[in-house]
């Protein structure tokens, strides 16, 4: 629609209809505000929730984790010879080790008939990374003219069964190609080669024996049926032939570790780091005078876990008081942009500090989480078996604050909770940790976690978990989709109205524009008439 902006009223519309429109839309603001208020407090809602999964998953890694709350110390008498790291399942005590010998892989390394003892004829004409067949007269053992091979080589697992894989090699493949793929390859052998000597070494990865009959690094091929076939000692086989193995005689025996544990003699382990009882076990080096290994309860890792537990309750419930209890700004509605160009950054700064104070203040979720907290700490944990030395907090000295504006803040004798510690650490970790079927069995921090999970779905119920949540599916998303909906119905209305004004503004001027030409030719015909 055509808009006339005065030429015939000499009034200026524009601003007219900006000045009436500006009054039509004061309700407008009010709504803006409320979703604005509303927003804000689903995100309060959101951050006090991720407060309480912190919470939650911080006393699962932390109280509840048995590794952390009965935490073993080790103490070697000869670290140099035997190094230990209890497990929480390991029973505390004394532990002795003598006459040990060390585990060792099986390594094989070539004794050819070239120039010092390598494979190799010619080690200065000899270019590991050029075509390993193609080099056949600098090699011995193998054929000249050869232009592919095949190979295999097994170890043995656990059961003593063989494994083997099988390499080809063609008219491409370099020295350094042959070594890689077997380095590579699954079977956890080594491979190296020393260009000043031109000799080759094979070691096995893991140590000690699998195969009890005998070497646990075996060259062959692989047959028609997919059978490993070990080559005989001395049979021209393309590997071993060519690297200078074919006596198949291992320069070291693979070897387990053998020692005498509590009196307990010959044992034996295919590994030098072994575990027993609980009990991980390194031995360092070869020894036969007796070693005294030590397993004790690490009392003061015990004690920092209960602390940062308590830490992490008190900033807990500090933050639920705090928001509970800030005081709402009636007359500090959130600003709407407009508002906001009208202000300094610092008021700006001001008003926001007051427009988020109090969204969350009384609130009946958070009030009743932290409620039900304070409660649970004061229950008595009693255990199916009824065997338990401490059923109450306060018995290993932790109390709430008599200040009661603090709302529960935990306060901790330290000398009391580390003569607990020390006295029955189990019983310690029970009273957080202990998991029943009924709720006085269960330990306080399950309970505390029970009562989070709660409110973390009640929260959800209200706010939605996260940003990704579709407002439908909360109750404070659909009063803001509600919200929504009124502005976009209001601002509809509004350009109506504004249609309004312009076409009387319009019609206004028309009507007058047309006065103004019927007064013009009036005054132009009575002109011409006095002139007769």
Same mark, same amino acid.
């Given at each position: 629609?055509?808009?006339? %902006?005065?030429?015939?009223?000499?009034?200026?519309?524009?601003?007219?209809?900006?000045?009436?429109?500006?009054?039509?839309?004061?309700?407008?603001?009010?709504?803006?505000?409320?979703?604005?208020?509303?927003?804000?407090?689903?995100?309060?809602?959101?951050?006090?929730?991720?407060?309480?999964?912190?919470?939650?998953?911080?006393?699962?890694?932390?109280?509840?984790?048995?590794?952390?709350?009965?935490?073993?110390?080790?103490?070697?008498?000869?670290?140099?010879?035997?190094?230990?790291?209890?497990?929480?399942?390991?029973?505390?005590?004394?532990?002795?080790?003598?006459?040990?010998?060390?585990?060792?892989?099986?390594?094989?390394?070539?004794?050819?008939?070239?120039?010092?003892?390598?494979?190799?004829?010619? !080690?200065?004409?000899?270019?590991?990374?050029?075509?390993?067949?193609?080099?056949?007269?600098?090699?011995?053992?193998?054929?000249?003219?050869?232009?592919?091979?095949?190979?295999?080589?097994?170890?043995?697992?656990?059961?003593?069964?063989?494994?083997?894989?099988?390499?080809?090699?063609?008219?491409?493949?370099?020295?350094?190609?042959?070594?890689?793929?077997?380095?590579?390859?699954?079977?956890?052998?080594?491979?190296?080669?020393?260009?000043?000597?031109?000799?080759?070494?094979?070691?096995?990865?893991?140590?000690?024996?699998?195969?009890?009959?005998?070497?646990?690094?075996?060259?062959?091929?692989?047959?028609?049926?997919?059978?490993?076939?070990?080559?005989?000692?001395?049979?021209?086989?393309?590997?071993?032939?060519?690297?200078?193995?074919?006596?198949?005689?291992?320069?070291?025996?693979?070897?387990?570790?053998?020692?005498?544990?509590?009196? !307990?003699?010959?044992?034996?382990?295919?590994?030098?780091?072994?575990?027993?009882?609980?009990?991980?076990?390194?031995?360092?080096?070869?020894?036969?005078?007796?070693?005294?290994?030590?397993?004790?309860?690490?009392?003061?890792?015990?004690?920092?876990?209960?602390?940062?537990?308590?830490?992490?309750?008190?900033?807990?419930?500090?933050?639920?008081?705090?928001?509970?209890?800030?005081?709402?700004?009636?007359?500090?509605?959130?600003?709407?942009?407009?508002?906001?160009?009208?202000?300094?950054?610092?008021?700006?700064?001001?008003?926001?500090?007051?427009?988020?104070?109090?969204? !969350?203040?009384?609130?009946?979720?958070?009030?009743?989480?932290?409620?039900?907290?304070?409660?649970?700490?004061?229950?008595?944990?009693?255990?199916?078996?009824?065997?338990?030395?401490?059923?109450?907090?306060?018995?290993?000295?932790?109390?709430?604050?008599?200040?009661?504006?603090?709302?529960?803040?935990?306060?901790?004798?330290?000398?009391?909770?580390?003569?607990?510690?020390?006295?029955?650490?189990?019983?310690?970790?029970?009273?957080?940790?202990?998991?029943?079927?009924?709720?006085?069995?269960?330990?306080?921090?399950?309970?505390?976690?029970? %009562? !989070?999970?709660?409110?973390?779905?009640?929260?959800?119920?209200?706010?939605?978990?996260?940003?990704?949540?579709?407002?439908?599916?909360?109750?404070?998303?659909?009063?803001?989709?509600?919200?929504?909906?009124?502005?976009?119905?209001?601002?509809?209305?509004?350009?109506?109205?504004?249609?309004?004004?312009?076409?009387?503004?319009?019609?206004?001027?028309?009507?007058?524009?047309?006065?103004?030409?019927?007064?013009?030719?009036?005054?132009?015909?009575?002109?011409?008439?006095?002139?007769?």
């Amino acid at each position: 629609m055509n808009r006339m %902006t005065g030429f015939a009223s000499g009034m200026d519309i524009n601003q007219m209809v900006s000045d009436l429109m500006r009054a039509e839309r004061q309700p407008l603001e009010p709504m803006q505000q409320n979703s604005m208020e509303l927003q804000l407090k689903i995100d309060e809602y959101r951050q006090m929730n991720l407060k309480f999964s912190e919470f939650r998953n911080n006393t699962f890694d932390g109280i509840l984790r048995s590794s952390n709350m009965r935490s073993r110390e080790t103490v070697s008498s000869n670290e140099a010879a035997v190094t230990a790291r209890a497990s929480a399942s390991t029973p505390e005590g004394s532990y002795t080790i003598s006459d040990a010998s060390l585990a060792r892989a099986e390594m094989h390394v070539s004794e050819a008939a070239g120039e010092n003892g390598s494979f190799v004829n010619d !080690l200065a004409a000899f270019d590991r990374s050029e075509s390993f067949l193609q080099q056949a007269e600098l090699l011995h053992g193998v054929e000249e003219g050869q232009t592919e091979a095949a190979f295999a080589i097994a170890v043995f697992d656990e059961n003593g069964a063989a494994v083997p894989q099988e390499f080809t090699v063609d008219e491409s493949s370099s020295l350094d190609d042959i070594l890689n793929d077997v380095n590579q390859s699954a079977l956890g052998v080594q491979a190296f080669y020393d260009e000043f000597s031109g000799r080759i070494s094979l070691q096995r990865a893991e140590t000690g024996v699998f195969n009890e009959t005998g070497n646990e690094i075996q060259f062959g091929e692989i047959d028609a049926d997919g059978e490993f076939i070990e080559a005989e000692p001395g049979e021209q086989h393309f590997f071993s032939t060519a690297f200078g193995l074919e006596n198949n005689t291992p320069m070291q025996e693979a070897a387990n570790a053998a020692f005498t544990m509590n009196g !307990l003699s010959e044992m034996e382990r295919r590994s030098n780091s072994f575990e027993i009882n609980g009990l991980n076990v390194t031995l360092n080096q070869p020894f036969t005078e007796q070693v005294s290994i030590g397993v004790s309860s690490d009392d003061e890792k015990i004690f920092d876990t209960v602390m940062g537990f308590v830490e992490d309750y008190n900033e807990l419930v500090s933050a639920m008081q705090e928001k509970t209890g800030e005081e709402y700004f009636r007359d500090y509605a959130p600003l709407t942009d407009e508002q906001r160009r009208e202000l300094s950054d610092t008021e700006v700064e001001m008003w926001e500090e007051k427009s988020n104070s109090g969204l !969350l203040r009384r609130d009946s979720i958070i009030s009743g989480a932290v409620s039900s907290m304070r409660s649970q700490f004061y229950e008595p944990v009693n255990t199916a078996d009824g065997d338990q030395a401490f059923t109450q907090i306060t018995e290993i000295g932790i109390t709430t604050s008599t200040d009661f504006r603090q709302g529960g803040i935990l306060e901790v004798n330290e000398e009391q909770l580390r003569a607990s510690i020390a006295e029955d650490p189990d019983a310690v970790f029970n009273l957080f940790a202990a998991d029943g079927e009924t709720q006085e069995e269960r330990g306080i921090a399950r309970r505390l976690r029970a %009562t !989070l999970d709660d409110s973390i779905q009640q929260i959800g119920q209200r706010a939605g978990r996260t940003e990704m949540s579709g407002n439908q599916t909360f109750t404070l998303g659909r009063e803001l989709e509600q919200q929504s909906d009124q502005i976009s119905n209001f601002e509809r209305r509004m350009q109506q109205v504004e249609q309004r004004y312009w076409s009387q503004f319009n019609a206004m001027e028309q009507a007058m524009a047309r006065a103004n030409a019927q007064a013009e030719q009036l005054m132009s015909q009575m002109g011409g008439k006095q002139g007769m």
